[in-house]
């Protein structure tokens, strides 16, 4: 699924995610979306039921700091692989 581009926000990152529960997808991309590190947090927090193999945030204002709790968050689940958090 690709919504790049589309400036969803914190907001549409978090009603996305909740919309996205328990469901199945490969790929989601969420690059350039003005998503900041709390929304990606909400996101991936959100989905940890969720069956997502890859997940791209690239090219969204996340801080490192946010990165390394995004990947604590996402060795807790089972099979997805956040790529591209750096810009």
């Known amino acids: 699924l ?28 969420l690059s350039w979306n003005q ?9 991936v ?11 791209d945030l690239g090219h969204n204002p996340i801080s490192t700091k946010a990165s390394q709790e995004i990947a604590g968050l996402v060795s807790n689940t089972v099979l997805m692989d956040v790529k591209r958090l750096e810009e």
């Open 35 to 43: 998503i900041t590190s709390k929304g990606a947090i909400d996101f």
């Open 2 to 29: 690709n919504l790049s581009g589309n400036d969803i926000g914190d907001t549409g990152a978090k009603a996305f995610a909740t919309n996205l529960r328990g469901t199945q997808l490969n790929t989601v991309n």
């Open 45 to 55: 927090a959100i989905l940890q039921d969720t069956y997502v193999t890859t997940l």
